[in-house]
């Protein structure tokens, strides 16, 4: 008689786990779930599974603690990795799973597909091995004595001599502030100016650098969370204050604080208590950093990276294990190294390398930085080449705390010359219509019931509309220009009735095409708070606008601002041209938002293309992609044009939407099916659908997500 195999899941998630069990189940395997490590290990003691599915994201101790354990205990059941983190962070699990000698597998990302957990049940899956661990020389740190005692750092760490200064990053393309650099100081009561290139390894060699790594990251955690509240209580600082809640905070990190994990816990400890996203933060390592202990480092950098914190790989370029680097661990950035990028101006070679850099980390969906710009012909070529972030001098130098506000204050734009400035970096004036703007005035014209919605920007001779929705003019002069006013202004400008306004009771625009009587306006803020344009709204007709009413309108605005300073070409699926996982959630996240603060109703779609692995090995991958274009196209001909699309992973599309009937959802999958009935499909393929309503007030994008994968699997069954 067959034995039958046993499947062990631990999920804190009480509905995904019995999911995992019911799909498991009905596959003829006996299934169990636990929510808790004590019960868990016992029943890989008492019960000895044949498969584990493991969660990644858990309270208390998270999965790498868990397949740390389980290869301590010698454990030979076959490990499933399943989470909703990134592609990258769960390929890095499996690696560190098999380089501590684990069975792996596979990796069961979420949203997943029955189909898929039950191929790895049934050993059918196809999963590449994680590379072995490679063996490297560590770095030796210099033993030429030194002038600086362990007891002269350890009375400067003490006694807070070893300051922090700060330098900014921004956007390659928009020349948008993305975040700040913190660099380390120490001013040496007798030597005065000691450099990090000498204090930092004297730490390393001394056994202080963890403590000198938790004092960097509680003095720049705190600014970060400080930095918002320095500035004026006033409505024009409104815009920058928001911004400064978003940009990131870039902190070094050594090779020996690697080993060091209560240090990183405390990491987390501290964002929570000052209310930072980990997301905000990223850590640099050097090349050779997390060589030194190759199967520890992969370790904490993936637990770091479940948390949600983000990597970079600094100085990239200089060291030998740069490839197998990249190819080991989670990293979300790669900076290229100075030397490069300060003789690009005059060295092919340096150019050609920095452009190698760039596209092999866009490749790798990572995002690409440099340093050391000190031109601007330099950032240009940057931008030129797609750089997505720069820092050097020619931005600014480094900044102590309180000359970083002096240079945001300095960068409001007060000055009708700066602001034009500032429009004219964007490079935006006189471009292709833009799907991402393009949703957003639909969202806008769909939800005030309006004729025409725009969104316009100010410029010295003219309003130019970047999206319109309702009208076929591009631009008009800015002397009639309601925009024009609007902008003088921080709060939403409201004409109810353009004909009893004196101002503009006689302009063109009034008494010609488009006969403007109901007119608002909410500024479009970047850089530093300057007022670029509007989103607007316009009716041939008279009509009041509520406060509900402005607050719909400055979110959708804000949805702007964002999608000015987004890094879209890291947001886009190349294949289909829609948003990917990334963009979605961050996009999505904005709109729950907008919908839990004016309680408006939303719908999350998902979808799974059936079998889409055997499709592809039996097709080719040539008609895999024609398959999956063909249904994003579907999508796209069934839903609104306000409506969010993304290809969430390989086989799978999610679908939010704004403003939905509550008795609706299924309306919308018939017209799917019509849709699909409709085309000829030279391989068709099938699809299996779920949804979710936005229903409790602390819903975010993950819950719905896992309500309509349940939704989907219970259809399924």
């Known amino acids: 008689m067959t034995a039958i195999t046993r499947l062990l899941i631990l999920d804190d998630d009480t509905l995904t786990g019995q999911t995992i069990a019911n799909i498991a189940i009905m596959a003829g395997v006996d299934a169990r779930h636990v929510d808790e490590p004590q019960e868990f290990f016992r029943l890989v003691s008492d019960w000895q599974p044949d498969f584990i599915a493991l969660d990644l994201v858990m309270p208390g101790m998270d999965g790498v603690q868990v397949m740390v354990e389980l290869a301590r205990l010698d454990c030979t059941a076959e490990i499933i990795i399943s989470s909703g983190v990134g592609g990258r962070v769960l390929d890095a699990a499996a690696r560190s799973a098999a380089e501590h000698g684990l069975n792996i597998a596979g990796v069961l990302a979420k949203p997943f597909s029955p189909a898929r957990l039950r191929a790895l049940l049934s050993h059918n899956a196809s999963v590449d091995p994680p590379p072995a661990p490679v063996a490297s020389g560590n770095t030796m740190l210099s033993t030429e004595p030194d002038s600086i005692s362990r007891e002269d750092l350890l009375n400067a760490l003490d006694n807070q001599e070893i300051t922090l200064v700060y330098q900014p990053k921004i956007n390659c393309r928009t020349g948008l502030l993305a975040g700040f650099e913190a660099l380390a100081r120490w001013t040496h009561p007798g030597l005065g100016p ?351 606008f509520s406060e509900y009413d402005e607050t719909v309108l400055r979110h959708a605005a804000q949805m702007i601002e964002n999608e000015l300073t987004a890094d879209f070409l890291a947001h886009v699926d190349p294949l289909t041209g829609m948003l990917n996982r990334r963009g979605f959630d961050s996009r999505a996240q904005e709109a729950i938002a907008m919908c839990h603060d004016v309680d408006l109703q939303a719908c999350l779609y998902l979808f799974d293309l059936v079998h889409f692995k055997a499709f592809n090995e039996h097709h080719g991958p040539a008609a895999g992609d024609r398959a999956l274009i063909e249904f994003s196209q579907m999508l796209r001909e069934t839903f609104r044009g306000s409506d969010l699309i993304a290809r969430y992973g390989d086989d799978d599309f999610v679908i939010l939407m704004v403003d939905i009937n509550p008795l609706g959802p299924e309306t919308a999958l018939k017209r799917l099916r019509t849709v699909a009935q409709a085309i000829d499909q030279e391989q068709p393929i099938s699809y299996n659908a779920g949804w979710s309503l936005l229903e409790h007030p602390d819903d975010s994008i993950q819950q719905l997500v896992l309500r309509a994968s349940d939704h989907m699997h219970s259809e399924d069954r």
Not at 442 to 463: E, I, K, S
């Open 194 to 544: 000691v450099g990090p290139d000498r204090f930092i390894p004297l730490a390393e060699r001394y056994g202080l650098i963890d403590q000198l790594t938790d004092s960097v990251m509680v003095q720049s955690l705190r600014w970060l969370s400080h930095l918002p509240r320095q500035l004026d209580e006033s409505p024009e600082f409104d815009y920058l204050r928001r911004r400064l809640r978003e940009i990131t905070l870039s902190i070094n990190i050594s090779a020996s604080s690697l080993n060091d994990v209560d240090l990183f816990e405390r990491m987390d400890e501290y964002c929570q208590s000052m209310g930072i996203r980990p997301d905000r933060i990223i850590f640099e390592l050097t090349e050779s950093c997390a060589m030194e202990d190759p199967i520890s480092s992969l370790d904490i950098l993936t637990r770091l990276r479940m948390k949600g914190f983000h990597l970079s790989i600094d100085d990239f370029g200089t060291g030998y294990s740069s490839m197998l680097q990249l190819a080991r661990l989670p990293f979300s950035e790669i900076k290229i190294d100075k030397s490069f990028v300060m003789t690009a101006a005059e060295s092919k070679e340096s150019r050609t390398v920095i452009k190698t850099i760039i596209d092999l980390g866009h490749g790798l969906g990572l995002y690409t930085s440099a340093e050391g710009i000190e031109s601007e012909e330099t950032l240009e070529y940057l931008r030129t080449i797609g750089c997505d972030l720069a820092q050097g001098y020619a931005i600014a130098r480094p900044m102590t705390p309180a000359s970083v506000l002096d240079w945001l204050r300095d960068g409001r734009l007060t000055d009708e010359s700066k602001r034009l400035r500032v429009l004219h970096s964007l490079n935006i004036l006189d471009t292709l219509p833009d799907e991402r703007f393009d949703r957003i005035t639909r969202l806008a014209a769909r939800l005030f019931r309006v004729p025409v919605a725009l969104f316009t920007l100010v410029d010295a001779n003219r309003q130019w509309f970047k999206s319109s929705i309702g009208i076929d003019i591009k631009e008009t002069s800015r002397d009639v220009s309601f925009c024009s006013h609007a902008i003088e202004q921080e709060g939403v400008m409201i004409i109810p009735d353009a004909k009893l306004n004196p101002v503009f009771s006689n302009n063109p625009l009034v008494m010609q095409d488009p006969y403007i009587r109901f007119y608002a306006g909410c500024p479009v803020h970047a850089d530093t708070g300057s007022r670029l344009g509007t989103l607007c709204l316009i009716d041939p007709e008279p009509r009041e």
